[in-house]
């Protein structure tokens, strides 16, 4: 009785077995390289579910994401011969399955190591100063030397990163001495710019003051001279017209009036102690008036005089 429950039994965990040997659900980032008595069947399966044929098939199962491989420190000579210890990341993807399987034993070490011997073969064509300066460089020739080998893997290396470098002890004390003469340059170089701009903004405030102020004398020079000659008219015009009235004043005098005038100013020059007398011409023609009537009168009066 026990017997005959056993044999049924068994035979249907070999079934159960049998089934999920025989079925397998792939998800959409995997796929599956089978391998039929040892031959590997030319298309990955996958995603979804895919049956296999029960103790004949020997599926391997590949995962199609993006990965990351940290590479550790690996010392380097760079061309000029100075050391220098670099780690970086390797950003990698499958794109073939058969390939990733067939064409090497295990794709991640393997492109581990070809990144360790490409980093120090790209590291020794380079200067110490352009590894530490020109790191983008120095990324995408990494990049493309490992993504040359490792696509007949069918692999496809999607970046590189590096993390660190670090070069020996003596040559960080030069870089930082370096540095800090840089900066001291750059002190230097800012405070004489800011120097020379201050004297130029001196300068021009100096040249700005000199011209309103030579611009201010002009103008007073010029009102200045507009007054004078303002004055200068104003007296002309007053002397002009006083001579206007004495002109019309005299021509309203009579010859007699002007007489006495001249016999009034020759006895004013008589009572001086000169002893000289110089008399114009016009002198005599004015008082031959009074001369000739000065005659007549004494004729009328009975006397007569013979001057001397």
Known sequence: MITDFIVPGLVAILVIATVLRAARIVPEYQRLVIFRLGRALDIAKGPGLVFLIPWVDRPVTVDLRERFIE????????????????D???????????????????????????????LRAVVGDIILDDVLSRREDMNDQLRAKL????????????AVEVKE??????????????MSAERNRRAVVLEADGQRA??????????????LTAEGLRQATILEAEGSRQALILQAEGLAGALGQI??????????????????AFKTLS?????KWIVPLEFTTL??????????????????????
């Open 71 to 86: 590479v550790p420190a690996q010392s380097a000579i760079t061309k000029d011969n100075a050391p220098v210890s670099i």
């Open 88 to 118: 970086f990341l390797i950003y990698l993807r499958i794109l073939e399955p058969l390939a990733s399987v067939i064409s090497v034993q295990d794709v991640f070490g393997a492109a581990e190591g070809i990144a360790k011997t490409t």
């Open 147 to 158: 993504d040359e080998v490792t696509s007949r893997w069918g692999v496809k290396v999607t």
């Open 165 to 178: 470098i670090q070069p020996p002890r003596e040559i960080q004390d030069a870089m930082s001495r370096q």
């Open 198 to 211: 201050a004297a130029i903004a001196v300068a021009e405030g100096q040249k700005q003051a000199a011209i």
């Open 247 to 264: 002109d019309a004043a005299a021509v309203g005098v009579s010859v007699n009036t002007m007489g006495l005038q001249y016999l009034d």
């Open 271 to 275: 009572r001086s102690d000169s002893s």
């Open 287 to 308: 008082l031959r008036p009074f001369l000739s009537g000065g005659t007549a009168q004494v004729a009328d009066g009975g006397s007569s005089a013979t001057p001397s």
